[in-house]
T-cell receptor, first 114, second 113 residues
Framework: AQSVTQPDIHITVSEGASLELRCNYS??????LFWYVQSPGQGLQLLLK??????LVQGIKGFEAEFKRSQSSFNLRKPSVHWSDAAEYFC????????????FGKGTKLSVKP | DGGITQSPKYLFRKEGQNVTLSCEQN?????MYWYRQDPGQGLRLIYY???????QKGDIAEGYSVSREKKESFPLTVTSAQKNPTAFYLC????????????FGDGTRLSIL
């Protein structure tokens, strides 16, 4: 069955440190891949997306993500975290087909230490 | 600016009541969605609509109903049949239904009195 997994429920990093949030999917072909961020009590904001082409994609707020087909992964990275990056991050995957709805991971909550 | 407006921000329901959550978009998107968000559960799809006058059940449609009479509007009714309605509800829209990025409103938090 098609699925999306974010293995880390909660991650804490120090301000200025690098960040990597993991996302894995289960699917036989190349899916459509997205990362969203959600601040408390707010909706989700799209950070970046991957459809095809260059496997390293740049997004807003200094984030990037790399698609690795061999690992079925689409990890989100940021070289230097700011306190304002504290939020919950969701990976979403579109598996194609006639419906094409996105499936969301359960999220990773990021805390930033001063 | 184009976007999605959800209202109200906070909503309270008494036992046995139906309540309706509003979602309006001015992005000219064809597809609209309703999600329920509970802590640690991620987003679960309630209903979605590809075009006006058409909608489909998602993974957790029981106890909910929707309508899509206008392209811009996709209201969600939480009926008394939904036994655990306390949650954060998110509305989203996209250009089409197939693997398109979804744009989200700021949500409605529903609580039971």
């Amino acid at each position: 069955a098609q699925s999306v997994t974010q293995p880390d429920i909660h991650i804490t990093v120090s301000e200025g440190a690098s960040l990597e949030l993991r996302c894995n999917y289960s699917y036989g072909a190349t899916p459509y891949l997205f990362w969203y961020v959600q601040s408390p009590g707010q909706g989700l904001q799209l950070l970046l997306k991957y459809f095809s082409g260059d496997t390293l994609v740049q997004g807003i707020k200094g984030f990037e993500a790399e698609f690795k087909r061999s690992q079925s992964s689409f990890n989100l990275r940021k070289p230097s975290v700011h306190w304002s990056d504290a939020a919950e991050y969701f990976c979403a995957v579109g598996f194609g087909g006639s419906q094409g709805n996105l499936i969301f991971g359960k999220g990773t909550k990021l805390s930033v230490k001063p | 600016d184009g976007g999605i407006t959800q209202s109200p921000k906070y909503l309270f329901r008494k036992e046995g009541q139906n309540v309706t959550l509003s979602c309006e978009q001015n992005l000219n998107h064809d597809a609209m969605y309703w999600y329920r968000q509970d802590p640690g559960q991620g987003l679960r799809l309630i209903y979605y609509s590809q075009i006006v006058n058409d909608f489909q059940k998602g993974d957790i449609a029981e106890g909910y109903s929707v309508s899509r009479e206008k392209k811009e509007s996709f209201p969600l009714t939480v009926t008394s049949a939904q036994k655990n309605p306390t949650a954060f509800y998110l509305c989203a829209s996209s250009i089409g239904i197939s693997n398109q990025p979804q744009h989200f409103g700021d949500g409605t938090r529903l609580s039971i009195l």
